[in-house]
């Protein structure tokens, strides 16, 4: 018998978006006799500004550049999406086509990879074309056709998630705290697992300044009468406050149309000049849309992600918490960098 069944452990997993639930469950395939807990003021189903999982887009589309552990994080999550979505597809990942276009040289859209001058995904996504001329529309410098990556119902995704950590007996408890030692939630806990995002900035024992909201604007439509063949992203870079995407979501999850990234934006209202603009910039982009008077809107998302200056924290760190591992600060990587 492992030690590890002889004495289990007991972990607290301190947040419930995306990377908090998945956290979660590679504990629990890690340490099978472990108690664990999910501690959270919001859960899936809840829908609040910092609350950020609920109002992502929901795709694969690697913003990794790093030649290094940013690129290997993302590399995981695609090949377990996959898995997920040929052997589950009820979770509400699928895979679909993606069309990148880009208003800058391909030297200057930061989607290649330091060190190698190579898009690193290219092998895991079938390979990509580029677009010809033609195809490309006006004012645009470069593109590229992707065949096969993933697009996410963030809806049913993170219920599916909830889900699987229910049947793991993962414990779930509703609760807000002002300190990072009120994670502790009995004497014997083991460590506690800090995926708190944008809440890192102002949680006692935490308070990293170097987090900083980048502020996401969203419109959900129904599906047009002519489906979406692929999704569309259009940015002078990878990331920019100026990028315009598409996403049609599976089982029934209508149409994202987005955005913006606006660095240290905390507001959560909804911007009613930019939702027009950004209908008519995914209609111009979407030709399947139609016109935007003509779109039928379900409802406008505004969320935050939780940007961090230096990138993601993820390191174990001592203190009078006890072992507490940071894992937060993905900004919009957070779904495709989750496992």
């Known amino acids: 018998m492992s030690s590890s069944q002889e004495h289990p452990h007991r972990f607290v997993v301190l947040g419930a978006g995306v990377i908090g639930l998945t956290t979660a469950l590679t504990l629990r395939a890690e340490y099978p006799a472990s108690s664990i807990a999910v501690l959270a003021e919001h859960f899936p189903g809840d829908y609040h500004v910092d609350y950020c999982s609920p109002w992502a887009g929901g795709n694969w589309c690697s913003s990794a550049n790093d030649n ?83 697009v996410i119902n963030t809806q049913i995704y993170l219920q599916w998630l909830l889900e699987q950590c229910r049947n793991a007996k993962i414990d779930l408890v509703r609760r807000r705290i002002a300190h990072i030692r009120e994670a502790r939630l009995t004497p014997d806990v083991a460590a506690v697992f800090n995926c708190t995002g944008l809440g890192s900035y102002s949680l006692g024992g935490v308070e990293d300044k170097s987090m900083y909201p980048t502020r996401g604007q969203t419109i959900l439509v129904e599906q047009p009468i002519r489906p979406l063949e692929r999704m569309y992203f259009r940015s002078p870079r990878r990331v920019d406050n100026d990028t315009t995407y598409v996403f049609q979501r599976p089982l029934a999850g209508g149409v994202v149309l987005g955005g913006c990234r606006q660095d ?49 924290r993820i390191e174990a760190e001592k203190s009078d918490a006890g072992l507490v591992v940071h894992n937060y600060g993905a900004s919009g990587a957070g779904y495709q960098a989750s496992w």
């Open 264 to 312: 240290g934006n905390w507001d959560g209202e909804v911007d009613p000049a930019l939702a027009t603009t950004i209908l008519e910039r995914c209609c111009a982009l979407a030709p399947e849309l139609g016109r935007p008077e003509d779109l039928k809107i379900i409802k406008h998302g505004v969320g935050l992600r939780p940007n961090r200056k230096g990138g993601p």
């Open 68 to 150: 290094g552990l940013l690129e290997s994080f993302d590399r995981v999550a695609f090949n377990r999406f996959r898995e997920i979505a040929e052997t589950t597809p009820e979770a509400g990942i699928k895979r679909s086509p993606l069309r990148m276009i880009f208003d800058q040289r391909i030297e200057d859209a930061e989607i290649l990879s330091k060190g190698t001058g190579k898009l690193w995904y290219e092998d895991l996504v079938g390979g990509t074309v580029p677009l010809t001329k033609d195809e490309l529309p006006d004012k645009a410098v470069f593109g590229l056709d992707v065949p096969s990556t993933f």
